[in-house]
């Protein structure tokens, strides 16, 4: 009984000692794993710190650099400020400079017209090559109207003297002079060229349809600056042309029209050749004389 009694007593024994050794260990275990805590709370505490410190830091500096920034931008506004004034100052006195250039050359333009209006008569061959034009706005050549249109008539007028004295050579060379130049004096394309294509004609060749076709063009183009005359010669000579064909609806048109014009010009002159023309159904011998003669009546009014 003693016996048993002392062996549970020794194990009671060895059971406490074993706790309170595992006690001891346990309780040495979770303070080392609470300093582990501690530490690894601390390290990430310190690294968030260092991260909002570096933030912030990083922040500033961006900061600085925008304010530089717009302070640069400011200045170099106000640069270009003041360089667009210097600009504007030096555009300001160039114009200046360039209105009295150009007054410096209207007057000299001026005074250099005055001094060609006085010059002899033996230098009127060289201003021959100016009339018919002034200076436009935009300094070009801008042709005279009216003395155009009088070059058209003297044009024709030329052409129907030319028809008279085609068997002078003296008159007929002095009239092909004056229509070479009348021609040049206009500066017609069309009429250059038909110019040339009747002038080759004129050897003794030409006819009087060769004259008409040429004074058909002039009336054409002379048409395109108003040539107030140009459509009644342009049908008179479609009448010619189209008498007694079977073009009747063209000649019958050009008929109705000239006869109008005939009786709106109210000349005599002009109705008692018409009405011979009319009289003969254009088969009369005279008919290319009556047409020659019409035409420049009717340019002379």
């Not at 650099?65 to 106000?78: D, H, P, T, W």
């Not at 003297?161 to 009239?175: E, R, S």
């Not at 004056?178 to 040339?196: G, P, T």
């Amino acid at each position: 009984m003693d016996k048993d009694t002392k062996e549970d007593d020794s194990w009671s024994n060895y059971f406490r000692e074993s706790g309170s050794t595992n006690n001891k260990n346990n309780s040495s275990k979770e303070k080392k794993f609470n300093y582990t805590v501690f530490i690894s709370v601390s390290l990430v505490l310190l690294f968030i710190v260092f991260i909002i410190f570096k933030t912030s830091s990083l922040g500033d500096a961006v900061t600085g650099a925008q304010i530089a920034g717009l302070n640069e931008m400011s200045n170099v506004g106000e640069s270009s400020a003041n360089e667009m004034s210097g600009s504007e100052k030096t555009l300001s006195k160039t114009s200046s400079s360039s209105k009295a250039s150009e007054e410096t050359s209207k007057t000299s333009e001026t005074n250099e017209s005055t001094s060609k209006s006085v010059l002899p008569s033996n230098n009127q061959d060289s201003l021959d090559n100016l009339e018919g034009y002034s200076e436009g706005s935009d300094g070009s050549k801008e042709v005279d109207q009216e003395i155009i249109l009088g070059t058209y008539s003297e044009l024709l007028h030329s052409l129907i003297d030319l028809n008279d004295d085609m068997d002078n050579p003296v008159a007929k060379a002095q009239k092909i002079t004056e229509i070479n130049s009348l021609v040049q004096k206009i500066d017609n394309f069309a009429v250059a060229n038909a110019w040339e294509s009747f002038g080759m004609k004129l050897n003794g060749k030409s006819t009087v349809d060769d004259f008409f076709e040429f004074i058909t063009i002039i009336a054409q183009e002379g048409q395109k600056d108003d040539l107030v005359y140009s459509n009644f010669i342009i049908n008179f000579l479609i009448i010619d042309k189209y008498w007694n064909t079977d073009y009747v609806v063209e000649f019958s048109e050009a008929l109705t029209m000239v006869n109008h014009e005939v009786e709106n010009f109210n000349k005599v002159a002009i109705s008692s050749k018409w009405e011979e023309i009319l009289k003969c159904d254009g088969k009369c011998n005279e008919k290319n004389r009556l047409l020659f003669e019409i035409i420049g009546l009717v340019v002379k009014q």
